[in-house]
Each structure stands twice: as structure tokens, then as C-alpha cells.
């Protein structure tokens, strides 16, 4: 992987080293538009040359830097030459406003790349360990100590299927323990780094973690949220203490985080603490279906991609499949994700081998990022991110895929409605993953942010992050955390230098506001069962997302999102609460009828400080 990257890097000063400008007067407007302009060119000539290089090597190994590219755009000194003139000519107050705002997004494009060689190279190792944390076969097994496993897919397994607690509560602390120490010295080379990039770019470290999300916005839609939230997690808990009784779960606590990830390791699995109610064997048995008609990986792509053809996006160049969307060469490791280029036209997608109806729906969100990338090759590199919509962009069209309608339409099940119990049955599975999730995701991105606000001090980060759990989520440890114990959970780590959590958190809230709206235009929109919209083959649909997507980042965030939520461009959760309605009265009169009580009581776990390990022993 090092080799690489220097080669990556020898290009990349090659591509600058052509480019290079004349000094720079800082007050000189003329020079100053010159000097963007030269700057969006040399962007892009390596982003270009970068992906080329890349495709024409071997695809192993090359996934935690196409992971990483976002932020490394460039690891030269030519970039932080670029970065630095920006940051000097924005001190300039030009007479032209946009020249001032496109100096601003040139600025951030540096991102990460600002600290230059050799910091490069000891954050994306760090960023790379953080993210084979859920990869590695070192965990020893239950009572059994000859067995190795990884915490995906093997543990995670477990949690599926297992009915010990005591097992998962194992697998929670071997997990963590084995993990700790190291864990903390590749966070702590992050964070530092992500400290002295916002430094250089002359931003706080809060602003340059925060990036475009908005934690106002955020907390609104916690806020709009939590009867919704308090009413699932008081079903959950009644459900669990039935299941494992008064010893494992306090009917009035908090919930267990090893039970917590059973409920949603357990989602879409026989077994979990919905199937007494509604029971799994009665959800249509999609992976199955797919499995008898001979669909494979790649034909679960091509549909994604009709999906967007049906709407009017320009089809894919059939020379494409095969060289630039492909098969990872080597096997599905961990969660497998997708690795996705596609910060220009020139878009790469390297995707896993796994075919099941989950990728059939994730297919459809990665098949944003190729479509919306390919939509604005005329926008300077500065303008090319797009706020992360294309994000919740996929998230829209995943929740049209899944509707009945859409996948009788496209012949995977016969009739294009589900029964009542059916309906139910799926929504509430559906909803334990969106309101699970959300909450989850706000804690993670809000204690980073107070952690780089200086609210607190790095020792007591675990200490927060428990205190916001049980707070936001109602969730506590399985025991009392000592030490070096630091908890957060496998996901938390992946992408953590671009601040995932807060995308997830993002697109998740976005999609159902994209999807009302989609719904509406696509007349599509039924108050009775909106849950069974599906805007596909409707080209205004298509047409007002393209407007959306064109725009990239040349105008703020709101006047973007607000060329397709007029009325309101910003994060608002009303539309996640109407499409989860139906799930909402469910919950709460089988919470009245078994007297459930909603609210949880406070942890009363002992949390210590983490023990920072010392200086040079990284
Ligand atoms: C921009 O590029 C042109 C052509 O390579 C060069 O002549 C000019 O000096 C550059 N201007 C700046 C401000 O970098
Ligand atoms: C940045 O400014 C310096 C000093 O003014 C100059 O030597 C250099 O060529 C500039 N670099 C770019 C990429 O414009
Ligand atoms: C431990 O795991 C190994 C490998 O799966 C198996 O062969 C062995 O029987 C197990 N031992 C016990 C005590 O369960
Ligand atoms: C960057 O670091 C220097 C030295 O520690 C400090 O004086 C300066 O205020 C920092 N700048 C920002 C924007 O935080
Ligand atoms: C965040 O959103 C709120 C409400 O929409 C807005 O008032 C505020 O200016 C935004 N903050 C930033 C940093 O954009
Ligand atoms: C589902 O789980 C139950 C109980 O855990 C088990 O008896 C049954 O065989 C499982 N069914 C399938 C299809 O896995």
C-alpha cells in the first residue's frame, strides 16, 4: 500500500508541477480569478490521473485508499501550495463575492491533504487500523479459546442468532479488550491530525469536524424525534425482559448495549423479539426470490442503474461495466462496502461479491454517487462536492425500490400491495433500524464535536460518550468500564476523519424529506400508504433532483437543498415521523395495553477516565 501511494504522490507533483503560478499579490482580482481557475484545473488534471493510475493496477489492498480519497485529494506539497495562497487570498475582501466564496471552498478542499508527506502516511495508517478493527480474526470464542473470530461477519453472526446473553455480553467485552489501547493511539494520531489540518486551513478544529452538517439542525431533529424514540425503546426493552428476564434487563433502565446490537443485528432475522408478534417467516423472502431467479451481483447493479434511467438520468456508457464498476478482486471482507471514486465524471466503483436483497438496495444508493457525479462535469473542482446529497439522494431511491410497488414492477414479487399484517410487519423492522440508528449517530458526532470544541478533555471521552448514550439513546454498558475502556462501537470508526456518523445522520433525515417531496411531484403521493411510492420512470422527479445535484456547492448548502424543499431547506424529522405514523400508533397502544412504561431511569455504572497512553509509545 505505501508503494502505492508514493507512486500516487509522484504523479501527483508531476501534475503540478506544470501548473505552478507566478507570486501571488493578494489584492489583485484579476490574478486571484486566474489563480482559482489554474487551481480547478490542476484539481482535477490529478484527480484524473489518480484514477487512472489506479485502474490500471491491481484492485487488492487499493480499497482503504479509495476510501481515504476524499480526504487526501492530494498529498503534495503542490496542494498545500495551492491551500496556502487560498487561505492568503481569502484574507482579501474582493469587491467579487463569489470570488471571495470560491476561495473559501478551495480553502476546505485541502482537507487532510494539508499536513503534508509523511503526516499523510501516519493518518491513513491510522485511519486504515481504525477501520480493519472490525475485520480482524483475534477475537477468541465463547468457552472456547482454539477458535478466532472477527467481529464481521462472526460475531456479528452470533449476535443474530444467539439467545445467551452472557455469550454477547462476552463477545462485547473481548472485543473491546483485546481492542483498547490500540484503538486509542491510532484515534488520538487522528484527531490530532484532524487539530493541525483545521489549523493550517486557519478554521477550529470543531468547524473543519462539523464541515457542512449543522448540530442545530441536528438537535431539532432529535428534539422532533424523541416520543417516537421513547415509545420504540420501550417496546424493545418490555420485549427483551420477556425474552431474558429481571436479571439481564430492568424494565424501567436502561437497555443493555450488547442486547441494543442483538435488536439490530436482528432487524431483518428470524428470531428477534418482533417474531412473536410478527413473526419473519411471513415477510415476503426477497434474497430467496432473487436466488431462484438466477439474479446475480452485477444484474442487481444494472437494475439499480434502470432505476435512474427510468427517471432520466444518461445511462451509464456500456464500456463502463467490466473496467470502471467492477467486482472487487479479492473476497468480501468485514461489512464489505463498495469503494466509490466519484468526485468527477470519471467515476470508479469497485463493488463485493455478496448477492442478497440487502445489495439489491444498497446498489441503488451507490448508484447516486455514480449517477449525481456524472451530472456536473462543468463545475470547477471547487464546486464539485455536493454537500454529501447524493447520499440521501440513494437513501431516497432505496426507500422507492423497496416499495411493493416498484419490485412488483420490476417482476421480483407478484402483487404490487402487501396485506395489512405484511405491511406492519415491515414497517416496524424498518422503523427499529431508522430510529435506532439516528439517535446513535447523533451521539457520536455530538461528542466529537464537544471534544473538539474543548468542552471536555480527551481522558473523559468515554465518560461522554456513556453520559450521551444513556441520555439520547437510553442504552448503558453491560457492567461497570475501567481503565483503558473505550467503547464506542466498530462503525463509529469507519470514514471517522470525514465525519460519517454525522452523513449517515444526514441522509438518513434528508431522504424521507426528499422522498415526500419526490412523492408529490411524481403524484405519487397517497396519505393513506405513502410507504408504497415509487417515483421511478416519473421525469420530473428525475429533473428536480438533477437541478439540485447540478448546482454542486457553488451556492450554500440552503439555497441548494432549497431548489427541491422550497419551503424549508434544512434537516427537518416531520417527514420521518408521517412516513413511520402507522409504526407510531402501533407502538404506543401496545405499550398502553401491556402497561409499559416509556422513560428509562439513569445508569448507575461506574464509568473511569481513559488512560491516554504515553507520548512516543504510539
Ligand atoms: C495560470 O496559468 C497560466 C497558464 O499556465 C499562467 O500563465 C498564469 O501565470 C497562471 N496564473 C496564476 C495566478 O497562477
Ligand atoms: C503560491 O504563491 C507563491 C508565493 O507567492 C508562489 O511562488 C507560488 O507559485 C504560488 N502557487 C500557486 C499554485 O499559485
Ligand atoms: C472449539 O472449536 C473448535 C473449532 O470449531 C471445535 O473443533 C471444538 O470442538 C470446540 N471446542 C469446544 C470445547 O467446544
Ligand atoms: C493555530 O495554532 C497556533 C499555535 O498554536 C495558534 O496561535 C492559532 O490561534 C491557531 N489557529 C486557529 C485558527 O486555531
Ligand atoms: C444551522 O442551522 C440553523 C437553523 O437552520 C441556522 O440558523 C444556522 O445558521 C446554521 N448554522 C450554520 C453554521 O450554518
Ligand atoms: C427461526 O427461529 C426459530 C426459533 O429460534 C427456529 O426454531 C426456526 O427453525 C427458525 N427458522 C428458520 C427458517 O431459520
Known amino acids: 500500500m505505501q508503494a502505492k501511494l508514493c507512486n500516487l504522490i509522484f504523479v501527483g507533483i508531476f501534475v503540478f508541477g506544470i501548473a505552478n503560478g507566478i507570486p501571488l499579490k493578494s489584492n489583485d482580482e484579476e490574478e486571484a480569478r486566474q489563480f482559482i481557475e489554474n487551481a480547478s484545473k490542476s484539481l482535477y488534471a490529478f484527480h484524473d490521473r489518480m484514477a487512472e493510475d489506479t485502474l490500471e493496477s491491481e484492485t487488492e489492498k487499493l480499497s482503504s485508499i479509495f476510501n481515504a ?296 444508493g451507490y448508484m447516486a454517487q455514480i449517477h449525481m457525479a456524472m451530472e456536473k462535469p462543468h463545475l470547477p473542482a471547487y464546486y464539485a462536492d455536493s454537500y454529501n446529497l447524493e447520499y440521501a439522494i440513494g437513501e431516497t431511491v432505496i426507500l422507492s425500490a423497496s416499495s411493493q410497488k416498484y419490485l412488483a414492477k420490476v417482476g421480483i414479487v407478484p402483487s404490487p400491495e402487501f396485506s395489512e399484517v405484511v405491511f406492519m410487519n415491515r414497517l416496524l423492522r424498518q422503523s427499529i433500524h431508522a430510529m435506532l440508528n439516528i439517535p446513535v449517530y447523533y451521539v457520536h458526532t455530538k461528542v466529537m464535536a464537544e471534544l473538539f470544541e474543548g468542552k471536555f478533555e480527551m481522558i473523559e471521552l468515554n465518560k461522554k460518550y456513556w453520559e450521551y448514550m444513556d441520555k439520547y439513546v437510553g442504552v448503558g454498558p453491560p457492567g461497570d468500564r475501567e481503565g483503558n475502556s473505550f467503547d464506542f462501537p466498530f462503525k463509529f470508526y469507519l470514514d471517522l476523519n470525514e465525519n460519517h456518523q454525522a452523513r449517515k445522520f444526514m441522509s438518513e433525515v434528508l431522504s424521507y424529506q426528499f422522498y415526500m417531496k419526490l412523492c408529490s411531484i411524481a403524484d405519487q403521493y397517497s396519505k393513506e400508504r405513502l410507504q408504497n411510492c415509487d417515483f421511478s420512470e416519473n421525469k420530473d422527479a428525475g429533473d428536480a433532483i438533477k437541478k439540485m445535484i447540478k448546482l454542486g456547492s457553488s451556492k450554500p448548502m440552503r439555497e441548494v437543498l432549497a431548489t427541491l424543499l422550497s419551503e424549508d431547506p434544512k434537516l427537518n424529522g416531520e417527514s420521518l415521523l408521517t412516513y413511520y405514523f402507522p409504526a407510531y400508533n402501533w407502538l404506543t397502544e401496545n405499550n398502553q395495553e401491556n402497561n409499559v412504561k416509556v422513560g428509562w431511569t439513569h445508569s448507575d455504572k461506574k464509568i473511569d477516565n481513559v488512560k491516554l497512553p504515553e507520548e512516543g509509545n504510539k
Open 69 to 364: 480519497i476524499d480526504t487526501i485529494l492530494s498529498k503534495t506539497d503542490a496542494m498545500i501550495d495551492i491551500i496556502r495562497n487560498a487561505s492568503l487570498l481569502d484574507q482579501t475582501e474582493f469587491k467579487d463575492k463569489e470570488l471571495n466564496y470560491a476561495l473559501k471552498k478551495l480553502k476546505k478542499m485541502g482537507d487532510l491533504a494539508v499536513l503534508g508527506g509523511e503526516r499523510i502516511f501516519s493518518t491513513l495508517a491510522a485511519k486504515s487500523n481504525l477501520e480493519s478493527l472490525s475485520s480482524n480474526k483475534d477475537i477468541e470464542g465463547y468457552k472456547n479459546d482454539s477458535i478466532k473470530l472477527a467481529y464481521f461477519p462472526d460475531i456479528q453472526k452470533i449476535f443474530a442468532t444467539s439467545n445467551d446473553p452472557e455469550e454477547m455480553k462476552y463477545y462485547w467485552n473481548a472485543w473491546r479488550e483485546k481492542n483498547d489501547k490500540w484503538t486509542m493511539s491510532n484515534f488520538l494520531i487522528l484527531v490530532n491530525s484532524i487539530k493541525d489540518a483545521a489549523n493550517f486551513t486557519g478554521i477550529s478544529g470543531y468547524e473543519f469536524w462539523m464541515r457542512d452538517f449543522n448540530m442545530t439542525q441536528m438537535h431539532k431533529v432529535m428534539e422532533q424525534i424523541e416520543p417516537f424514540y421513547r415509545q420504540l425503546h420501550a417496546f424493545i426493552r418490555h420485549q427483551l425482559n420477556k425474552k431474558y428476564g429481571y436479571s439481564v434487563i430492568n424494565p424501567k433502565g436502561l437497555i443493555p448495549d450488547h442486547l441494543f446490537q442483538q435488536v439490530l443485528a436482528q432487524t431483518w432475522t428470524n428470531g428477534s423479539i418482533l417474531d412473536e408478534i410478527f413473526p419473519h417467516k411471513h415477510l415476503p423472502q426477497y434474497t430467496e426470490i432473487l436466488i431462484k431467479n438466477n439474479f446475480d451481483t452485477l444484474k442487481l447493479f444494472k437494475m439499480a442503474d434502470k432505476f435512474y434511467e427510468s427517471i432520466g438520468f444518461d445511462p451509464i456508457p456500456q464500456s463502463y461495466w467490466g473496467s470502471r464498476l467492477k467486482m472487487k478482486s479479492t473476497k468480501d471482507e468485514g461489512d464489505c462496502k463498495a469503494t466509490i471514486l466519484a468526485l468527477t465524471s470519471k467515476v470508479f466503483m469497485n463493488y463485493c461479491h455478496k448477492m442478497d436483497f440487502r445489495t439489491f438496495l444498497q446498489a441503488h
